[in-house]
């Protein structure tokens, strides 16, 4: 009898008051405390591994932190709100099987994302071309890279043409190799355009001792001799080299004498050397 007197004399109104108040309280906390923290966790991944490791590992473990963060804030919310989580994921996975036969491109683009990373053709801030596009890497993504063009624009290229087209990674390794071609008149002399080359490059403070510098004899062109100067330079100054090596070699060219033909065309009359002769009159004044 005491018992059921207890059991009356309890106030079950302010019992469910203060439950749903406890209830709001822990949902509130989860969402206004645990969200910052997933992206303050994903932020702070990412900058220690980008450091440690790589920018694409950074990148990497940031989302997979930030995303299982999330996906456990919302079950812990919804688990608080009194939903049964049973029937919620069974829909999930029903709709998720629905939408997998959907979407069987983006599938194969995951996929082919997972091959991306497992290989590492490329990774945050490389340079690379896909066929005629190229650009500075933003993101490596499950369904798509995003590159940024150098005249600033946005291009996000799926992981299934990547696998399939060929790339080409720019900035994989930690020297590039400038190739300056070179056309001089027919009169000079070769060897002294050699010196002065390689004693251009040798004086540039930008360009590698080693490898040396290469001149190879491309050929005769139609108004010039064509000369290719072989230079090697570190990645991040291989623009800088080659503005500054054209400018020395004009500048050497104009002090040294030495000619830079531009297209011109010969008349001939019929004899295999002699051209056609052609005599300028002047109009006389009546």
């Known amino acids: 009898m005491d018992n059921l007197n207890d059991l009356s004399s309890i106030n079950w109104s302010e019992l469910i008051t203060l439950g749903r108040i406890s209830t709001v309280i822990n949902v509130g906390l989860l969402i206004v405390i645990g969200i910052p923290l997933c992206f303050f966790l994903s932020k702070w991944i990412r900058k220690y591994l980008t450091e440690k490791l790589s920018a694409q590992q950074g990148m990497i473990f940031s989302k997979v932190i930030l995303y299982s963060g ?23 996975g029903i709709v998720g099987i629905a939408i997998g036969f959907a979407s069987q491109t983006s599938v194969s683009n995951i996929i082919s994302g997972f091959f991306l990373m497992a290989e590492k053709p490329f990774e945050v801030n490389d340079i690379i071309t896909v066929d005629d596009t190229t650009g500075i890497i933003l993101s490596i993504d499950l369904l798509s890279i995003k590159l940024r063009t150098f005249d600033n624009k946005f291009v996000r290229i799926p992981n299934e043409t990547i696998i399939k087209t060929e790339v080409t990674n720019v900035t994989r390794f930690p020297i590039r190799r400038v190739d300056l071609e070179i056309g001089v008149a027919y009169k000079e002399n070769i060897t002294k355009v050699k010196a002065i080359l390689l004693d251009i490059a040798k004086k540039n403070p930008l360009c590698l001792n080693e490898p040396k510098a290469l001149i190879l004899f491309k050929g005769f062109g139609n108004s010039s001799i064509d000369l290719l100067l072989l230079v090697w330079a570190v990645k991040t100054d291989w623009l800088a080299v080659k503005n500054s090596m054209l400018e020395e070699i004009k500048k050497r060219f104009d002090d040294e004498g030495v000619e830079i033909p531009f297209p011109h065309v010969s008349l001939y009359s019929g004899s295999a050397t002699n051209p056609l002769p052609i005599t300028v009159v002047e109009k006389k004044s009546s």
Do not use: C, D, E
């Not at 919302?74 to 829909?91: E, R, T």
């Open 70 to 92: 999330l996906t456990i804030i919302i079950i812990s919310v919804l688990y608080n709100l009194n939903f049964k989580l049973a029937p919620l994921l069974g829909a999930a």
